[in-house]
């Protein structure tokens, strides 16, 4: 069951990223959506590799075929399988891998579990694996979008030191499209660019922050106590590589403020209860109060790095490792459409979840 | 199913701040453990107010009972219901309550998702349903310190803006207990002390930050892809009521460094593979890697204050508000048992779900 | 887990014969609907023993408590604990069981899945952990009732080769509840009674076939593959202690018609699909057609019988047993509320189901 | 999440018959385990029609692919995703089931419950959907034997009237196989496929009964309440397509003797407890007591007959509809392996459920 999440829109994943290609199962979908692989390769083109000279220059195409679900271009409520292939591979690349543990990689925790690893390219571990989540998310989005109204975004705030100025009330997915780094402060994703092209030079990485947005999610998403939308969040974006934490509206900045500067006074506005600030980033008690939702995520630098580095090897010796090929000095602006997939699947998910519970009409 | 957390240590908790009492059904505990009341009131016991003069006053003697799943002082297998009975309910110090929305409390929007709340006190969305938490936290932590070895503990690492000097390596369950704040670092617990007085005076509250730690957890614990021993620990802290953030290892701090900074390299140390540094906080690709895993919750301050507040009231009125009676200036150190009581939860399903799928002989 | 049934109304049930009591925790359930005890505590008296002299004469008043999850008479959406304490208990009755392992009870499978039993009762395999069931199912019935104008009952179809006949799209609650066999054909129910007697008289017991009906379900509950209605259906009746056997519609004796003599053929009635014959117990595909759904329920003779057996004792050696006390001869009349309770339970978790998926507008 | 079974070793089954091919997630599998389509498609062949004149005239090679979670012809702890292509696709000998509901066919009940259905072959609903069940069947089959010496089998027992004579204790594979019928019984087989030769000359079909069995399942598997081991397997049987039936060990049948006829008396054998007589079908209080585990499925005929029957079109109007193609008369043969794929399952999820809860040692 690791390998599923979400309750009533819920998906697993598959795949290595060397073997036969990676992909998702999604179980639930609403039926008689509009669905065709052109619903979902754009977000899967703006994660993989090689679009720019910041990221990885692997050449892979990830090309998605629908292989269930669907019938004359509409779901069927029925699962949906979707598969993208993998390619280029080249195993002869990962030889030395077979032998030594990549530090700050997952290549000795999966060994020391399951006695077993594939070790060409990070197996499971792979941000490969990430495609059948964007994938799945590309669905999750248009019926957010569709039903609900409610817009999904995320852009990187921050890389390294280098920090934006972004206002998630008004962002528009244009401004964070125009530039490679997917950061809507367009002086500063210069910066970011400029920084994250001399630490590749430098064969070392960076990491940063990515913040997500959802606007016009409707007052009552969330459950109480364990299902907390922001604990949903919360686990969703730690489930993902290289991600090492997360925080919601005020976040761990807000404890530097008292309950009076904190707290989110109620004011009514146009006949709606609003609130006149939003420091519980459109969250209280797990529920949602129809304000934005904003959060962080740091990701940490990626680990591969073109440096001599000391490791051990599979028979317990110390030694060194070096990484060669092609790898990303900056995971942030790939990890953009990943956080936003996971985003819209934590709401369909809740939304479901609510009209499940309290869609009953009045009960007299 | 949203007030159960766990696969197969998986507990439901029930119960609102006023009614009949909140408890907890602990399902899928290991047969043949010795319990009884005793193992589970010390922990509620750390958690309860009236303990001291920075936490709230009211006066909860907070006794657990068994009501099943135990024989002859031992477990039976069988589903554990432990329950407290609620006393010291006071419904008229709740009347305003009614009527108006408290800023930042989840009254409004637990109205928004059902059309009815328990106006008294918070109802279910009081830190009253951590009781249940805490006393299954209390049988977890039974469980891995009798057959694994493992040590969970947690402690006040910051108020507001005083942060504590603690070494998640060497701090010691004494130390933690030793001040009224639970702040292993002596002269910083006096200061943080005097802190929460003059807020308290003023009416006021703070927030801060917890830190988690968990040691002697062996490699392979955690789930790849989604059940990830971070994501997991991260949902269950976001879960808690106040928590705004999570950051595991090196964290958000982690993000300034380059990966030649921040990898944990790979060392033989007697005959063991050990990382030289601890900035992955244990955890490397979703499973335990054998370090000590630790990590923060950051709480926001305490959203009941003793000032006035604009609100809105059920009927659409723009109003104000102003708490009375018995409230936490600062929720940290009665927060502390329930953060090692949630990493105790997790942590026992992931050794359970390990144990299930690779403990297997060989397969030749 | 193993203590849970259904996904979104979600009941857990704890408790054994002998103990603190015997409860469940109903999670999942709609806001707002008028619930107190009284709702419940009718079907937990048709539940209990002492009802008849064909039944067992033990005294448990089984006295339901509300203990979570309503405010001023309603649902909150929140957990629904109910508890029934436990009385009347005479452990001293037991001595023997915790030595010898009555045949065909639970006692040595107990013992040798968890190296632990209850031995006072029964314990967790006592039926009297149907109680939780029961009063689960009282408001799963309301909400079918109320939400839905669906009707679930249930009756005696069978004692050992005495069968009743009865129409399920007919029959009337107030038949079944008219003699203590609950069997709405009055005549057979009296041929029933008197071989019960006879039996009892002879220390022995019989077994039976209750049969479940369920009318009004509208056409599309149920979900394709694993969790049809009917599988559903089976694992809900074959989870009730002594049940050894389940089928649907035309069920078993299906098996000696043909394809064109068995299949249910459409024809437009009053503007309506509905099928002529209902040989399909109102689902096909694992989905409800819009026809009674009727099935039935096959429990073997009770275990517990005044003669005396050969068993083996806990040490190993080849002993007898025979039991004393009250016990009932003839489970079925108490199994009848029983079976309504987890047919209820399954319908209301299909009902928010099949809504959480299928209840979108149009998608263009 | 329907499409899901199992909880630690657990399936998620996706596909239509016509489309892209149906496959399977098997998440949970132990690592290490010796896996390449070797191990699969002899199950498959099992399956697929065209083996036989008793069975489907149509030519599927339903050739099995893994897509993802062995390396080096091992399995990795990671998800296993295996798919079978479509093929033999002549969507044009479906047009008519575009406008016609097929009587006893899920037709209907899908266009109702999703406002849409894939109307080539039955697409979900279609027994091809099994092919992902025997497919994660032969892994589970190899674990129980490899692991746990476990063996699982299953024959046909009866055709309409005709029933054969076989000890569930004694029944060896090669019997089953030994004809086309797969009944050990070769008499009886002689006489069910003369029958079935008739039946499907007259354009009818027919149903019957298939035995289950599973010896050397030890005490302990199995959980108590609702997740009994019968209550599984009776949700196993009842999600197979065209089943409507389920009982175990003495079943339906048993409901005819008393309690002395009836109870398995337990006697001390070889230092083993032993049950004399075994009605329980090896299963007591939902937990295997060490004795072979049997039970029956009922089939019912098979809904597609090559006889004019009535019907309503998609426009509401009565019509009547008369199947053409090459159909199963009876489909028996090919459900052995699908009662045994979900025999396995039900097993191996339960194992590995007995030792994570179970599995610790002593606890002094």
């Given at each position: 069951?690791?390998?599923?999440?979400?309750?009533?829109?819920?998906?697993?994943?598959?795949?290595?990223?060397?073997?036969?290609?990676?992909?998702?199962?999604?179980?639930?979908?609403?039926?008689?959506?509009?669905?065709?692989?052109?619903?979902?390769?754009?977000?899967?083109?703006?994660?993989?590799?090689?679009?720019?000279?910041?990221?990885?220059?692997?050449?892979?195409?990830?090309?998605?075929?629908?292989?269930?679900?669907?019938?004359?271009?509409?779901?069927?409520?029925?699962?949906?399988?979707?598969?993208?292939?993998?390619?280029?591979?080249?195993?002869?690349?990962?030889?030395?891998?077979?032998?030594?543990?990549?530090?700050?990689?997952?290549?000795?925790?999966?060994?020391?579990?399951?006695?077993?690893?594939?070790?060409?390219?990070?197996?499971?571990?792979?941000?490969?694996?990430?495609?059948?989540?964007?994938?799945?998310?590309?669905?999750?989005?248009?019926?957010?979008?569709?039903?609900?109204?409610?817009?999904?975004?995320?852009?990187?705030?921050?890389?390294?030191?280098?920090?934006?100025?972004?206002?998630?009330?008004?962002?528009?997915?244009?401004?964070?499209?125009?530039?490679?780094?997917?950061?809507?402060?367009?002086?500063?994703?210069?910066?970011?660019?400029?920084?994250?092209?001399?630490?590749?030079?430098?064969?070392?990485?960076?990491?940063?922050?990515?913040?997500?947005?959802?606007?016009?999610?409707?007052?009552?998403?969330?459950?109480?106590?364990?299902?907390?939308?922001?604990?949903?969040?919360?686990?969703?974006?730690?489930?993902?590589?290289?991600?090492?934490?997360?925080?919601?509206?005020?976040?761990?900045?807000?404890?530097?403020?008292?309950?009076?500067?904190?707290?989110d006074v109620f004011r009514m506005?146009?006949?709606?209860v609003i609130t006149v600030?939003?420091?519980?980033?459109?969250?209280?008690?797990?529920?949602?109060?129809?304000?934005?939702?904003?959060?962080?995520?740091?990701?940490?630098?990626?680990?591969?790095?073109?440096?001599?580095?000391?490791?051990?090897?599979?028979?317990?010796?110390?030694?060194?490792?070096?990484?060669?090929?092609?790898?990303?000095?900056?995971?942030?602006?790939?990890?953009?459409?990943?956080?936003?997939?996971?985003?819209?699947?934590?709401?369909?998910?809740?939304?479901?979840?609510?009209?499940?519970?309290?869609?009953?009409?009045?009960?007299?």
């Amino acid at each position: 069951m690791a390998n599923s999440f979400g309750h009533l829109f819920r998906i697993t994943t598959w795949g290595e990223s060397h073997g036969g290609g990676v992909g998702v199962v999604v179980d639930g979908c609403p039926p008689r959506l509009a669905l065709t692989e052109a619903d979902i390769q754009p977000d899967l083109d703006r994660r993989r590799p090689g679009q720019s000279n910041i990221v990885s220059a692997r050449k892979e195409s990830d090309i998605v075929q629908i292989l269930s679900g669907t019938f004359e271009k509409r779901t069927l409520g029925t699962p949906i399988c979707l598969w993208v292939k993998n390619e280029d591979a080249r195993p002869e690349a990962y030889t030395e891998m077979a032998a030594k543990f990549r530090p700050s990689h997952a290549d000795y925790t999966y060994q020391a579990k399951y006695g077993i690893r594939n070790w060409q390219g990070g197996g499971r571990a792979s941000a490969r694996e990430t495609i059948g989540r964007v994938a799945a998310g590309a669905i999750a989005k248009k019926i957010l979008r569709e039903q609900f109204g409610v817009e999904v975004m995320s852009y990187v705030k921050q890389v390294q030191r280098l920090a934006a100025s972004v206002d998630p009330e008004t962002v528009r997915t244009a401004e964070i499209e125009a530039n490679a780094m997917r950061c809507p402060d367009p002086e500063m994703a210069a910066r970011m660019i400029r920084l994250v092209e001399k630490i590749r030079r430098a064969g070392d990485s960076v990491g940063g922050i990515v913040e997500g947005v959802a606007r016009g999610v409707p007052p009552g998403w969330g459950e109480p106590v364990f299902d907390k939308l922001e604990a949903d969040l919360a686990k969703a974006m730690l489930s993902l590589p290289a991600a090492k934490g997360f925080d919601l509206g005020s976040g761990f900045a807000g404890v530097t403020l008292t309950g009076k500067q904190h707290n989110d006074v109620f004011r009514m506005q146009l006949g709606k209860v609003i609130t006149v600030t939003n420091r519980s980033g459109g969250v209280q008690g797990g529920i949602s109060n129809g304000a934005t939702i904003y959060f962080r995520v740091a990701f940490k630098p990626v680990a591969t790095i073109m440096i001599e580095q000391e490791t051990v090897d599979v028979d317990g010796c110390n030694t060194t490792i070096k990484a060669r090929g092609r790898h990303d000095p900056c995971v942030l602006p790939r990890a953009v459409p990943v956080v936003e997939a996971m985003t819209a699947l934590v709401l369909v998910d809740h939304a479901l979840r609510h009209r499940a519970q309290c869609g009953f009409g009045n009960f007299g």
